[in-house]
């Protein structure tokens, strides 16, 4: 902990910061009422989310200041008091400089850089990776999981394509995950999964290993990324698989291929043409501006591998272990031993360990 001396010259060397943190806030809050903003969807979007993310920021602000207030009064007191009230202006003081440190330590996680995707949603790409069918089913455990915790968080979500394995797994999910936090929540998803297990399919009771994919990509709003029409490769043709009478009997799928990049989506679960199109250019852009910021932070960390790699065994951020009932996150090396818990959507233990190894990182100086 911080001492209150060290406290004050640390306050005292980022006032101006905080100022004019606290100013912007105080402007936030006086736009978020103005007829110009109110009238602009995307600058109300962008100023409800920056208020947001500045609250409890100047909340904290504040609470320091005025508690660095009480302790100088009460300094300045403690000079002409006696007695009892000379012992209770001491006790004031020691309350006073042991919470002042707890806030300076707050107030230096809430300084860190703000993740440039907080508050946005989230679409989710779950798939089957190496191990056969046995990868597919275990992927449908992902899928399920992820819509167990977002139940959990009062998150909204949306399958937006879906193709199922014979056997009831899933070679491929792509979800939309709509909520404040879902971002914040689930960023850290995002890598090969690897589950140690009896499939359903092994007679001779032998422990498999095998493999699903999980990409997270911040859900894209068509002022973050432009995509000119003309370098799109628009191919609509008839719908495959199940999805309702009179899906396979018209031209609804739609292929977009983006020509700059190579980037191709494919949607047909809707038997609009349309409909497809709208999704497709959701995920398409989430996809765009997911690589954009790949890019920049491969320019910062030439070391950064990608989220999904190939999917192999031997590639994996996390394991689960069906028979020790155990969950392990590489990354950090947390482990877990209530794996059906998560499985059926109790995530927050692990997010929760990622989360605050990501702000120690941050704090000390790390990528």
Not at 194 to 202: A, D, F, M, S
Not at 219 to 228: G, K, R, S
Request: proline residues 2%.
């Amino acid at each position: 902990m911080l001492s209150y001396r060290r406290c004050r010259l640390a306050f005292v060397a980022v006032i101006d910061r905080l100022d004019a943190i606290e100013a912007e806030f105080v402007e936030l809050e006086a736009s978020l009422g103005s007829a110009e903003v109110l009238g602009d969807q995307s600058r109300l979007r962008e100023a409800s989310r920056r208020y947001k993310q500045l609250t409890p920021l100047v909340e904290c602000i504040r609470e320091y200041k005025m508690t660095a207030g009480n302790i100088e009064a009460a300094r300045e007191l403690l000079e002409i008091s006696t007695g009892d009230e000379h012992d209770l202006m001491k006790e004031e003081i020691q309350d006073g400089e042991q919470k002042l440190e707890t806030l300076a330590e707050r107030l230096r996680v809430l300084l860190l850089p703000p993740d440039p995707n907080e508050g946005k949603s989230v679409i989710m790409e779950v798939r089957g990776a190496e191990g056969g069918e046995e990868a597919n089913l275990f992927a449908r455990d992902l899928f399920d999981m992820y819509l167990a915790y977002a139940a959990n968080k009062n998150w909204k979500t949306e399958v937006l394509s879906m193709d199922e394995s014979d056997l009831g797994g899933i070679n491929q999910v792509t979800l939309s995950v709509v909520g404040d936090t879902a971002w914040t929540r689930l960023k850290f998803e995002g890598g090969p999964h690897r589950v140690q297990r009896v499939p359903v399919t092994e007679s001779q009771g032998r422990i498999h290993t095998s493999s699903a994919t999980v990409l997270v990509m911040p859900e894209a709003e068509e002022v973050d990324i432009q995509i000119d029409e003309k370098d799109l490769d628009v191919d609509v043709y008839r719908a495959s698989g199940p999805g309702g009478q009179g899906v396979n009997t018209t031209d609804s799928a739609v292929r977009i291929t983006h020509k700059p990049t190579g980037v191709v989506v494919t949607m047909q679960d809707e038997r609009s043409q349309l409909q497809n199109r709208a999704k497709a250019m959701q995920v398409l852009r989430s996809r765009l501006l997911k690589m954009k910021q790949d890019e920049e932070a491969a320019r910062q960390s030439a070391e950064r591998k990608a989220q999904v790699g190939g999917g192999g065994r031997g590639e994996k951020i996390r394991t689960y272990n069906f028979k020790e009932n155990r969950l392990t996150d590489h990354r950090i090396g947390f482990t877990i031993y209530r794996l059906g818990e998560v499985l059926a959507g109790n995530l927050d233990d692990v997010v929760d360990a990622l989360a605050e190894d990501e702000r120690n990182r941050l704090l000390a100086g790390g990528e």
